[in-house]
């Protein structure tokens, strides 16, 4: 026999936090509600991973991160869980799912049913042997995705105090942990095949800005080539890891370069975790695909996060989204001093703005430019929009433009760029909207 609900979370990640605060808020009645989760601590704001967890100082631990902080609400520790008669499961991995009979199958054999199921598996990061490359276990490379995760990259920096590190691939995980290993004294350096760092959302310029940036600070570029393969000490250990010999000591790129390294770390990419449902649930672009109250092909499944593929009004198309970033299209319209600390771009495409970049704004400068995005106000006069510069979000966000010309057609991809609006405030958006929609449904 196992046990039964009416409401079960499949994951612990942002969007389970924000979605249990919700249900809560719309009177689910105690002991309706569920959440499984592989990992074996209650829900937290993964963001803070890849920043406050891995600076030299003033470090962030649990429980100062559990859900729901990161939007200004209520910390929602194992202790309120229990006081809501919320069932946590934590440490406990589903082997399989059977959406047709409304069961879970964990790995200790117990089968857990449900009337409701919402999908926040999340996502897994790409591992190197998926490139052709094998050291994933060497006891010092990281990866970046979940608290074993942190805690095992903390362990291999504290390892290697002054050391080399290089760090693989350029986007968000690249970015930030480059930034944290140097704040702890390594020397890091940076190895991308793109021309400059990331690709997928910066124009040159922008990338040139952060480049020097980081230059400054020590960190080493190497554009235009991959990783090859490592050299492996098989005497290397980390001592809080005894178990684990193999300790990578250079990294050879598909160049011929060879450099030293005392950790490795790797933020190639994320594969979402959809295989419990594949075959029984419609996929698109790599997630669940979800309608806009989230609810899957099967009525009684809900996806939210990493792992949906949901629609977008802003984008006219489903997107699975990662990160709180979109497409850049149009002309590339720069303002601010990108020698300075405060800096941008906007975006427009047939007259009207529809993509925004700030670093170095205050919160209310951050808030114009996510409102001025939303709202594409017109602007024709591509001069003035740069003599402007911020205060053109900032005069749109208080007072509305009227639009003289037609909007972009549905079929225009707009972009929703706001630097420094951390992903987390999505997904906890998509598990309020969840349990809202869950909610009027019941």
């Given at each position: 026999m196992g046990r039964a609900f009416v409401y079960v979370i499949l994951g612990g990640g942002v969007a389970a936090g924000y979605a249990a605060l919700e249900f809560t808020q719309r009177g689910v009645s105690r002991g309706e509600l569920c959440i499984i989760s592989e990992e074996s601590v209650a829900p937290y704001e993964r963001p803070a991973l890849s920043k406050g967890y891995l600076v030299p100082e003033a470090r962030v631990r649990l429980p100062s991160f559990h859900t729901c902080v990161g939007a200004n609400?209520?910390?929602?520790?194992?202790?309120?869980?229990?006081?809501?008669?919320?069932?946590?499961?934590?440490?406990?991995?589903?082997?399989?799912?059977?959406?047709?009979?409304?069961?879970?199958?964990?790995?200790?054999?117990?089968?857990?049913?449900?009337?409701?199921?919402?999908?926040?598996?999340?996502?897994?990061?790409?591992?190197?042997?998926?490139?052709?490359?094998?050291?994933?276990?060497?006891?010092?490379?990281?990866?970046?995705?979940?608290?074993?995760?942190?805690?095992?990259?903390?362990?291999?920096?504290?390892?290697?105090?002054?050391?080399?590190?290089?760090?693989?691939?350029?986007?968000?995980?690249?970015?930030?942990?480059?930034?944290?290993?140097?704040?702890?004294?390594?020397?890091?350096?940076?190895?991308?095949?793109?021309?400059?760092?990331?690709?997928?959302?910066?124009?040159?310029?922008?990338?040139?800005?952060?480049?020097?940036?980081?230059?400054?600070?020590?960190?080493?570029?190497?554009?235009?080539?991959?990783?090859?393969?490592?050299?492996?000490?098989?005497?290397?250990?980390?001592?809080?890891?005894?178990?684990?010999?193999?300790?990578?000591?250079?990294?050879?790129?598909?160049?011929?370069?060879?450099?030293?390294?005392?950790?490795?770390?790797?933020?190639?990419?994320?594969?979402?975790?959809?295989?419990?449902?594949?075959?029984?649930?419609?996929?698109?672009?790599?997630?669940?695909?979800?309608?806009?109250?989230?609810?899957?092909?099967?009525?009684?499944?809900?996806?939210?996060?990493?792992?949906?593929?949901?629609?977008?009004?802003?984008?006219?198309?489903?997107?699975?989204?990662?990160?709180?970033?979109g497409d850049s299209v149009g002309e590339v319209v720069y303002y601010g001093d990108y020698s300075g600390s405060t800096t941008g771009a906007y975006w427009v495409s047939m007259c009207h703005l529809v993509g925004a970049f700030l670093e170095g704004g205050t919160k209310d400068e951050y808030e114009a430019i996510a409102k001025a995005t939303r709202l594409q106000p017109a602007s024709e006069d591509i001069g003035e929009l740069e003599r402007q510069g911020l205060g053109f979000a900032l005069a749109v966000s208080q007072n509305p433009l009227p639009s003289p010309s037609p909007s972009p057609p549905v079929d225009v991809t707009v972009s929703g760029l706001v630097l420094e609006k951390p992903i987390y405030a999505l997904h906890a958006a998509a598990g309020v909207v969840l349990a809202a929609s869950i909610a009027a449904f019941a």
């Open positions: 609400e209520e910390r929602l520790t194992p202790k309120w869980y229990k006081e809501h008669e919320i069932e946590l499961v934590l440490g406990t991995q589903v082997k399989s799912a059977d959406v047709k009979r409304k069961t879970l199958l964990t790995a200790a054999g117990e089968t857990i049913s449900y009337k409701i199921l919402i999908v926040a598996t999340g996502a897994q990061a790409l591992k190197l042997e998926e490139f052709g490359v094998s050291g994933s276990n060497a006891a010092n490379v990281c990866y970046l995705r979940d608290l074993a995760d942190a805690n095992r990259l903390v362990d291999a920096m504290q390892s290697c105090p002054g050391g080399n590190a290089v760090v693989i691939g350029s986007g968000y995980t690249g970015m930030e942990c480059a930034a944290c290993l140097v704040m702890n004294k390594l020397n890091v350096t940076m190895i991308f095949p793109e021309e400059h760092c990331m690709a997928r959302l910066f124009t040159a310029k922008m990338a040139n800005y952060y480049k020097g940036f980081y230059k400054s600070k020590g960190v080493t570029f190497i554009k235009g080539t991959v990783l090859s393969s490592f050299d492996m000490d098989p005497n290397g250990k980390i001592p809080k890891d005894p178990s684990t010999l193999l300790q990578v000591i250079a990294v050879n790129l598909k160049d011929v370069t060879k450099l030293p390294a005392d950790m490795v770390v790797a933020g190639i990419g994320i594969r979402p975790n959809t295989s419990l449902f594949e075959g029984q649930l419609t996929l698109e672009k790599g997630g669940i695909k979800v309608n806009g109250k989230m609810q899957s092909s099967n009525s009684t499944v809900y996806a939210v996060g990493d792992v949906a593929s949901f629609p977008l009004k802003l984008f006219g198309e489903s997107r699975r989204l990662e990160h709180f970033y």
